[in-house]
């Protein structure tokens, strides 16, 4: 009976009972639960929080835990058909820490542990594919220095794994640890477990291949799996942008057996979980294995509609479903876009990369301090620069967009304007400041700069499938009354556009102290309801009423 | 450089900022930073507005022409030199970092992070604090040249904490001292120091 370390199913089979999960931390009790469910993962150990405690208290390897994992990697080697640092079919290792509270700080996985100059030939050979065995090595070897410092960089690949382990071990106590925890009340003695995987190959041969899928399309939420195949390639080169990845359809066309796999394993691990998933996973010689399944990210228009379809599937309550929707995902779906066909005929001014979505017009003005000068005076303009410094952020706060002629998505401007919540577009070239004194629409999110004011439309929540149906449940769970602007007798309470107005959200709090009910639009941003909710109003009056609802729903 | 020129360098990086901020990045204190504006504005050199203040344009144009002078030591400085190339790459990164806290990549597509999805934010605020331990050895170097520039560490390491704590307006917030500001204000520094051009 192992005492450190505990085996995590393996291919298909679950070899153990569903492990506790503050002992071997939230990775392996995922791999362990998705194996329970029948499901494929690449065979993995972990070593228990217990071996942490142990080590950290001596400073060395407690008595029987390298006998433990050398009995790990054999069990390993016969799952997988695979020899760790010999023969001609390389076992490959990815080291993961894994507290059952994740914190920063910890360190970073390793990949590809396991390779030496044997295994690069050996990889090669199997492969076909000595470049890739070649940059699987220095890929090794550069993330090894990095984490592992004072590590055995060549030599044997035992000593390398129990550097690895015991570096994941020492990083419970990294400076940003420690502080992390002190601050969070979270005990110094729970320790983090070391979960060791095998590593399987997207780039085998022709019938290999990695990929990400959705259970639901994440960017609209239709109830249909959403996702990305890259034939004969691993994680890594999805990651770099270096291929351009291919459909569900070329999945099912190269390897049609591990394509119905990941469908049902898809709909298990939705249904299981209650939620949408993004599922990682690997395609080695045909047969299918899930890396990590968690929920996914999802787009506003795609948060409300899985929202709703779940509660009409039976799937959720309504009160879940809510939880899954932010008042500013609702927020964002509410704001104006263009007009159907308003940019139809249109002069395009400038184009370039859009940095912040949203749509606004105003004066094109070149100069930060103008800028601000003719906003104080109730003028709506719009920043151009060649690119901007902190010398522009004034003039960015004071503008209704900003365009800048230099610079890609992460430059200054296109940080600050996010930020600020300003449409931005970047990187237009030269001349857009040429064009100072025109009356100009920014797009942000098509990267569009149009002459004069274009027509926008606002959405409204009443006309909006899911929305409307998401009012209707908030409603009767919201704990504060929300009642549209404008619907009978006048509105009570204070009147928060009118504090906003004269003091900023600074001066909100005091205002508000000892008062039940207050009315605005000012309502209708999430912040402001929140600092409004803390104050212990109970009744708002605004338009649009959901943001506000939601406010009210968080816990 | 003499108390003058460090206020008026201070005014030009922490732009429409008030008296005590200034005083905090010029490393003075504040009666003599607040002292030395008040000059400044009674000579035309600088202006002030609710309580903050900024450079008048010729006073910006005057101050980078004495920069040449002021570094002309810490330009030939091997170390500092270095150490800025050394910020140069890290600033890369750590403008991608920021991006990612901004954005979320959503089946391919970049669009608003609503900070509802936790892990993704505790994810990259980790990668933060993880880019400012590999800053920490570069922020060293700097300040070991021209001590006034532990201001910055000191800032950097303040908002990382808080933003690490839970408070999120400290990573990227551009109405406070977030990571971003204070990172950005250090660019602008270096920058001046190095009598260099921003890329972007």
Same mark, same amino acid.
């Given at each position: 009976?192992?005492?450190?370390?505990?085996?995590?199913?393996?291919?298909?089979?679950?070899?153990?009972?569903?492990?506790?999960?503050?002992?071997?931390?939230?990775?392996?009790?995922?791999?362990?639960?998705?194996?329970?469910?029948?499901?494929?993962?690449?065979?993995?150990?972990?070593?228990?929080?217990?071996?942490?405690?142990?080590?950290?208290?001596?400073?060395?390897?407690?008595?029987?835990?390298?006998?433990?994992?050398?009995?790990?990697?054999?069990?390993?080697? &016969?799952?997988?058909?695979?020899?760790?640092?010999?023969?001609?079919?390389?076992?490959?290792?990815?080291?993961?820490?894994?507290?059952?509270?994740?914190?920063?700080?910890?360190?970073?996985?390793?990949?590809?542990?396991?390779?030496?100059?044997?295994? +690069?030939?050996?990889?090669?050979?199997?492969?076909?594919?000595?470049?890739?065995?070649?940059?699987?090595?220095?890929?090794?070897?550069?993330?090894?220095?990095?984490?592992?410092?004072?590590?055995?960089?060549?030599?044997?690949?035992?000593?390398?794994?129990?550097?690895?382990?015991?570096?994941?071990?020492?990083?419970?106590?990294?400076?940003?640890?420690?502080?992390?925890?002190?601050?969070?009340?979270?005990?110094?003695?729970?320790?983090?477990?070391?979960?060791?995987?095998?590593?399987?190959?997207?780039?085998?041969?022709?019938?290999?291949?990695?990929?990400?899928?959705?259970?639901?399309?994440?960017?609209?939420?239709?109830?249909?799996?959403?996702?990305?195949?890259?034939?004969?390639?691993?994680?890594?080169?999805?990651?770099?942008?270096?291929?351009?990845?291919?459909?569900?359809?070329?999945?099912?066309?190269?390897?049609?057996?591990?394509?119905?796999?990941?469908?049902?394993?898809?709909?298990?691990? +939705?249904?299981?979980?209650?939620?949408?998933?993004?599922?990682?996973?690997?395609?080695?010689?045909?047969?299918?294995?899930?890396?990590?399944?968690?929920? &996914?990210?999802?787009?506003?228009?795609?948060?409300?509609?899985?929202?709703?379809?779940?509660?009409?599937?039976?799937?959720?309550?309504?009160?879940?479903?809510?939880?899954?929707?932010?008042?500013?995902?609702?927020?964002?779906?509410?704001?104006?876009?263009?007009?159907?066909?308003?940019?139809?005929?249109?002069?395009?001014? &400038?184009?370039?990369?859009?940095?912040?979505?949203?749509?606004?017009?105003?004066?094109?003005?070149?100069?930060?301090?103008?800028?601000?000068?003719?906003?104080?005076?109730?003028?709506?303009?719009?920043?151009?620069?060649?690119?901007?410094?902190?010398?522009?952020?004034?003039?960015?706060?004071?503008?209704?967009?900003?365009?800048?002629?230099?610079?890609?998505?992460?430059?200054?401007?296109?940080?600050?304007?996010?930020?600020?919540?300003?449409?931005?577009?970047?990187?237009?070239?030269?001349?857009?400041?040429?064009?100072?004194?025109?009356?100009?629409?920014?797009?942000?999110?098509?990267?569009?700069?149009?002459?004069?004011?274009?027509?926008?439309?606002?959405?409204?929540?009443?006309?909006?499938?899911?929305?409307?149906?998401?009012?209707?449940?908030?409603? +009767?769970?919201?704990?504060?009354?929300?009642?549209?602007?404008?619907?009978?007798?006048?509105? &009570?309470?204070?009147?928060?556009?009118?504090?906003?107005?004269?003091?900023?959200?600074?001066?909100?709090?005091?205002?508000?102290?000892?008062?039940?009910?207050?009315?605005?639009?000012?309502?209708?941003?999430?912040?402001?309801?929140?600092?409004?909710?803390?104050?212990?109003?109970?009744?708002?009056?605004?338009?649009?009423?959901?943001?506000?609802?939601?406010?009210?729903? +968080?816990? | 450089?003499?108390?003058?020129?460090?206020?008026?360098?201070?005014?030009?990086?922490?732009?429409?900022?008030?008296?005590?901020?200034?005083?905090?990045?010029?490393?003075?204190?504040?009666?003599?930073?607040?002292?030395?504006?008040?000059?400044?504005?009674?000579?035309?050199?600088?202006?002030?507005?609710?309580?903050?203040?900024?450079?008048?344009?010729?006073?910006?144009?005057?101050?980078?022409?004495?920069?040449?002078?002021?570094?002309?030591?810490?330009?030939?400085?091997?170390?500092?030199?270095?150490?800025?190339?050394?910020?140069?790459?890290?600033?890369?990164?750590?403008?991608?970092?920021?991006?990612?806290?901004?954005?979320?990549?959503?089946?391919?597509?970049?669009?608003?992070?609503?900070?509802?999805?936790?892990?993704?934010?505790?994810?990259?605020?980790?990668?933060?604090?993880?880019?400012?331990?590999?800053?920490?050895?570069?922020?060293?170097?700097?300040?070991?040249?021209?001590?006034?520039?532990?201001?910055?560490?000191?800032?950097?390491?303040?908002?990382?904490?808080?933003?690490?704590?839970?408070?999120?307006?400290?990573?990227?917030?551009?109405?406070?001292?977030?990571?971003?500001?204070?990172?950005?204000?250090?660019?602008?520094?270096?920058?001046?120091?190095?009598?260099?051009?921003?890329?972007?």
């Amino acid at each position: 009976m192992a005492q450190w370390t505990v085996l995590l199913g393996g291919s298909g089979l679950p070899d153990c009972a569903l492990p506790d999960r503050a002992l071997v931390g939230g990775k392996a009790w995922s791999i362990a639960r998705m194996a329970a469910l029948g499901l494929d993962v690449p065979p993995a150990f972990v070593i228990g929080t217990a071996a942490c405690n142990a080590y950290l208290g001596a400073g060395h390897f407690p008595d029987g835990l390298e006998a433990e994992i050398d009995d790990g990697i054999a069990w390993l080697e &016969a799952h997988t058909g695979r020899t760790f640092g010999r023969g001609d079919k390389r076992l490959l290792l990815s080291i993961r820490s894994g507290a059952a509270i994740s914190m920063p700080g910890m360190m970073d996985t390793v990949l590809n542990l396991g390779i030496d100059e044997g295994g +690069e030939a050996a990889l090669a050979a199997e492969t076909g594919l000595p470049v890739f065995a070649a940059d699987t090595q220095r890929r090794f070897h550069e993330l090894f220095a990095a984490i592992v410092p004072d590590g055995p960089a060549t030599g044997s690949v035992r000593g390398q794994l129990h550097a690895a382990v015991r570096a994941v071990f020492d990083s419970w106590n990294t400076r940003r640890a420690r502080r992390y925890r002190d601050h969070n009340g979270i005990a110094h003695d729970l320790g983090t477990a070391v979960t060791i995987q095998a590593m399987v190959f997207g780039n085998l041969d022709e019938t290999s291949g990695t990929g990400v899928l959705f259970s639901r399309n994440p960017l609209n939420g239709d109830p249909v799996p959403y996702g990305e195949y890259l034939p004969r390639a691993q994680g890594e080169d999805v990651v770099s942008g270096k291929f351009t990845p291919l459909g569900l359809d070329a999945m099912l066309s190269h390897v049609p057996q591990a394509h119905a796999a990941l469908l049902e394993a898809s709909a298990l691990l +939705e249904r299981e979980n209650g939620d949408v998933q993004d599922i990682e996973f690997t395609v080695q010689s045909g047969r299918l294995y899930l890396l990590q399944s968690r929920s &996914a990210k999802r787009a506003p228009a795609a948060a409300v509609r899985i929202a709703v379809d779940m509660v009409d599937e039976g799937r959720v309550d309504a009160a879940t479903a809510l939880s899954r929707v932010s008042a500013e995902q609702v927020s964002t779906l509410l704001l104006p876009h263009l007009a159907p066909g308003a940019s139809e005929g249109a002069e395009l001014l &400038a184009s370039g990369e859009g940095a912040c979505p949203g749509v606004a017009s105003g004066i094109l003005v070149s100069d930060p301090d103008e800028a601000e000068r003719r906003a104080a005076a109730g003028e709506a303009v719009v920043l151009v620069r060649a690119t901007t410094s902190p010398d522009d952020v004034h003039g960015m706060i004071a503008a209704r967009a900003v365009v800048t002629e230099q610079g890609g998505s992460t430059s200054h401007a296109a940080v600050v304007s996010r930020a600020l919540g300003r449409p931005c577009v970047v990187g237009t070239g030269a001349g857009a400041q040429a064009r100072a004194g025109a009356l100009v629409t920014v797009d942000g999110a098509g990267g569009k700069v149009y002459a004069g004011a274009l027509p926008t439309k606002t959405p409204h929540e009443d006309d909006h499938p899911y929305l409307a149906r998401l009012i209707a449940w908030a409603r +009767e769970l919201s704990p504060v009354t929300v009642v549209r602007s404008g619907i009978g007798a006048s509105p &009570a309470g204070i009147d928060i556009d009118r504090v906003v107005g004269e003091g900023g959200t600074e001066a909100l709090a005091e205002a508000l102290a000892g008062q039940s009910a207050a009315y605005g639009s000012g309502l209708s941003n999430p912040e402001i309801a929140r600092i409004a909710r803390r104050s212990g109003v109970t009744a708002m009056t605004t338009d649009p009423i959901l943001p506000a609802l939601l406010v009210a729903l +968080e816990s | 450089m003499n108390a003058r020129d460090l206020v008026l360098h201070a005014a030009a990086i922490k732009r429409h900022a008030p008296a005590p901020a200034i005083a905090a990045l010029a490393g003075l204190p504040a009666s003599q930073a607040k002292d030395e504006l008040d000059a400044l504005v009674a000579s035309g050199r600088a202006i002030s507005a609710n309580g903050a203040y900024a450079l008048t344009p010729l006073a910006g144009v005057a101050l980078q022409a004495r920069y040449g002078f002021h570094f002309a030591e810490l330009r030939e400085d091997a170390k500092f030199v270095a150490a800025y190339e050394g910020f140069e790459r890290i600033n890369v990164t750590l403008k991608q970092t920021i991006t990612d806290w901004q954005t979320l990549d959503v089946g391919g597509m970049r669009i608003a992070n609503d900070h509802s999805n936790k892990a993704h934010d505790e994810a990259v605020i980790d990668r933060l604090g993880g880019l400012h331990e590999k800053a920490e050895p570069i922020l060293g170097a700097l300040a070991a040249a021209l001590p006034r520039l532990s201001y910055y560490g000191d800032k950097l390491l303040a908002a990382l904490e808080a933003a690490e704590d839970g408070e999120h307006e400290w990573v990227s917030d551009v109405r406070r001292d977030s990571y971003h500001t204070v990172w950005f204000e250090l660019h602008e520094e270096l920058l001046r120091i190095m009598g260099r051009e921003r890329e972007e």
